[in-house]
């Protein structure tokens, strides 16, 4: 068995940043990452990281394109600290060495992005995440944290309600072992991969989130997830939100700049929520390209712009609009459409990180504190793991360091999990017996059950179609219906690779069975909430109903699925108003 003092599971951002907060104060902490921390999906992240650095802009200001941001659905409490370690935190990093884009006096950058009141966007060129991470990943090295790379965490050690630790898979070898701890930091970034089109990296299927679901942990405002605006046609590859933030207009069919009609004052940089919806708008209307609606684009023009700020604001755009569609945006404006981005909901926690179990924290993307609310502002969510990383990682580390170690034998739970866990991979490894299963032809394993990627294309689609930009309670009861049909199919499925070591496709049906538990989550809380608040628009409802929904949902693990339950919204000082842009 092993232990460590306490142990983060992630190292994306909000991993790094909270381990090595702790470490300040215990010497044992470890990382668990089920890849190479460097391929965490931070490293993706483009556009930037926001902070009222000064001028006339003011973390008031921030707050409150945040709060308005979030249409009133986040806890204020929680932007509150957001916005105003906004500074700080970036400031830290600088300090660290990350290398920020500068003006020409010296001072860093900052460009615009949607929903905010002033250019308050942190960046460097469009490869912010890769330059944070890296320079986070440095530090965690230098401070001597063990990490476990390629390490799968299967679920929590719980000890008499508390949590001591996780098990986990070493994907090298194919063993199983138990890691207690006296606290554990969850820091598993977003669950993307439940849609088809997703910015998200592959890696990106919620297990964390899952995980402490499944354990007990009240998930919150699971239905409200972000599509982002642009992302590349035929790939979905992000096209960040700076291309606008740098000045690129949103143009039809017809050469019209539509967003006018949608938010006259702040056309292309409205919120994610709002030009979604009117990309998607066009395309029902007809005024857009390709398939309609379905699978149709609008076109993200940047010509105007000229080479030499294209060059040097958004070379990676470039470099993906050409490698990927064959486009040079310096003489082409690029075909995009919206596409899953980002999850709003996850694991509730108090504004310390702290979750409804005891010993267990979690923060980033896979937490809800909630500062996102019902939308999150783009550039607010590396500030989110920065932020929240810290305090989330100081607060285990204070908790771990007045808890005893667990002892082996201690509470017979631990070795539940580890057991339970091993039966369930054994199964998985074993197959299906006597041939039953199977969708019909073509759907099956050799051994008569069924295909992960038959499971997970069902999934993906349903959630696209029906829980996706626009929302009704028939698509809904659909999606719901056909992830329960899933999970049942999902006890029969078959994977070809029956060996134990390095065996990616064990991982791929372990991640899948995340996602079916998260999908169910999603798909519940948007067909209860019969209002339109921020990314969760329902065309039967299409207004935002504070009287009855200004509330957090509120997702409890039962077997049977999600049970419902709904907390209060923090109010500070800002009264919820209207919304319009
Ligand atoms: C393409 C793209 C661009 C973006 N651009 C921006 C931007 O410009 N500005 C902005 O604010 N936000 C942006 N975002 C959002 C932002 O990047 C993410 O929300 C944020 O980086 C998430 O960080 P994280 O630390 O929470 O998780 P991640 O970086 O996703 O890391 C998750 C970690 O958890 C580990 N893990 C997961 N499951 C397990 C398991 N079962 N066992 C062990 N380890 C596990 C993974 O190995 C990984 O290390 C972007 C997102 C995308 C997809």
């Known amino acids: 068995m092993i232990t460590h003092d306490l142990v983060v599971v992630g190292a994306g951002l909000a991993g790094l940043r909270a381990a090595k907060e702790a470490k300040k104060s215990i010497d044992d902490v470890a990382i668990i990452s089920k890849v190479h921390p460097l391929r965490s999906h931070s490293v993706a992240a483009q556009g930037g990281i926001n902070a009222a650095l000064g001028g006339t802009d003011s973390p008031d200001a921030h707050i409150r394109d945040t709060i308005k941001g979030s249409d009133y659905l986040a806890d204020q409490d929680g932007v509150e600290i957001l916005c105003r370690d906004a500074p700080g935190a970036v400031l830290e990093l600088d300090r660290l060495g990350a290398l920020f884009s500068r003006t020409e006096s010296g001072k860093i950058a900052q460009r615009p992005f949607g929903g905010a009141g002033f250019p308050r966007t942190c960046y460097s060129a469009d490869k912010t995440g890769h330059m944070l991470l890296h320079t986070l ?71 964390g989130i899952a995980i402490a679901y499944r354990a007990g942990s009240p998930l919150k405002d699971m239905e409200f997830v972000q599509f982002h605006p642009t992302t590349l046609f035929g790939t979905n590859i992000l096209i960040t939100e700076g291309a606008r933030g740098e000045g690129g207009y949103l143009v039809n069919r017809h050469g019209e700049r539509f967003m006018k009609r949608y938010a006259p004052g702040q056309m292309e940089l409205a919120p994610r929520d709002i030009v979604a919806r009117a990309i998607v708008t066009e395309l029902k209307e007809g005024r857009g390209y390709g398939k309609g609606s379905e699978d149709g684009y609008v076109h993200l023009d940047l010509r105007h712009l000229g080479a030499e700020k294209i060059k040097e604001r958004l070379p990676q755009i470039r470099e993906i609009a050409m490698n990927f569609a064959g486009i040079d945006p310096i003489t082409e404006p690029i075909p995009v459409q919206p596409g899953q981005h980002y999850s709003m909901g996850g694991i509730a926690t108090d504004t310390s990180g702290a979750t409804s179990i005891e010993g267990l924290y979690a923060a980033g993307e896979c937490a809800c504190v909630s500062v996102h609310g019902a939308n999150r502002l783009g550039g607010n969510s590396l500030l989110d793991t920065l932020v929240f990383g810290k305090i989330a990682g100081a607060a285990a580390a204070k908790y771990a360091s007045k808890m005893p170690m667990p002892a082996p034998g201690d509470g017979n739970d631990n070795n539940n999990a580890l057991q339970n866990d091993k039966s369930r991979i054994d199964a998985i490894l074993k197959g299906v017996d006597g041939g039953e299963g199977g969708e019909g032809g073509g759907d099956g394993g050799e051994d008569g059950g069924v295909r992960l990627s038959v499971i997970v294309q069902k999934m993906r689609q349903t959630m696209l179609s029906n829980v996706g930009i626009f929302r009704t309670r028939e698509g809904l009861e659909n999606a719901v219906k056909d992830i329960k049909k899933l999970k049942d199919m999902y006890r029969n499925i078959s994977i070809d690779d029956r060996d134990r070591v390095f065996n990616t496709e064990l991982v791929q049906a372990l991640e899948l069975g995340c996602m079916l538990d998260l999908a169910h989550t999603i798909a519940a809380g948007a067909l209860a909430r019969e209002e339109s608040r921020g990314s969760h628009y329902r065309l039967d409802f299409p207004k935002r109903d504070d009287r009855t929904w200004l509330k957090h949902t509120m997702a409890y693990f039962t077997k049977d699925g999600p049970g419902l339950e709904y907390e209060d919204v923090r109010i500070t000082k800002y009264r919820p108003d209207g919304r319009v842009y």
């Open 137 to 207: 990943f440095e530090q965690v090295i230098k401070d001597g944290i063990e990490i476990y790379r390629e390490w799968y965490v299967t679920s929590l050690i719980m000890w008499g309600g508390k949590c001591r630790g996780v098990v986990a898979l070493d994907i090298k070898s194919g063993e199983l072992h138990t890691i207690t701890a006296r606290a554990v930091v969850l820091a598993t970034g977003g669950y993307g991969r439940v849609y088809s089109r997703s910015t998200n990296a592959l890696i990106n299927t919620g297990d």
